[in-house]
């Protein structure tokens, strides 16, 4: 799946008004085409992530809007806006789709650090990783 960036300029030009940056650049991820947006809030970071995924051989797409914040060790993440439509009809509904990002972008920035989920444990917490243990011997 291919969409051309371009076609949803007013998603980024409305992201971008409100103080968000691309995070990477947009592509597929996992079988979805994402295109990553962050913000530095404080000790928070923002997030707000445009998905769209195949949703049958009709061409029909699975739009998201996804939320998130991240600090330290705690994470959150809330799908915020979904919708279906023809991958031909996606540039027709780019305007639609940045007034919904603006209301994520709202969202997202009212997400506290309470909102955060502990990060699971690295394996390097739990002990693994690390050198073995030298024994003597006796």
């Not at 994402?34 to 913000?39: I, L, Q, S, V």
């Not at 998905?51 to 739009?63: E, F, K, M, N, V």
């Not at 993440?77 to 023809?86: A, F, I, M, N, P």
């Not at 027709?92 to 989920?117: C, F, M, N, V, W």
């Amino acid at each position: 799946m291919t969409i051309e960036p371009a076609s949803l300029k007013p998603l980024l030009d409305t992201l971008e008004g409100l103080g968000y940056a691309q995070f990477s650049a947009p592509g597929d991820r996992h079988g979805s085409w994402e295109w990553p947006f962050y913000k530095k809030a404080g000790a928070l970071t923002l997030f707000v992530i445009f998905a769209a995924t195949p949703a049958g051989r009709d061409g029909t797409l699975a739009t998201e809007l996804w939320i998130g914040a991240q600090a330290d060790r705690g994470f959150v993440r809330k799908l915020v806006h979904s919708q279906e439509t023809r991958g031909e009809e996606l540039a027709g509904i780019a305007g639609d789709l940045a007034r919904h990002a603006e209301k994520a972008a709202r969202q997202a920035g009212s997400l506290r650090p309470s909102d955060l989920t502990a990060s699971p444990l690295t394996p390097r917490d739990r002990g693994m990783g690390k050198p073995p243990r030298r024994f003597a011997r006796g």
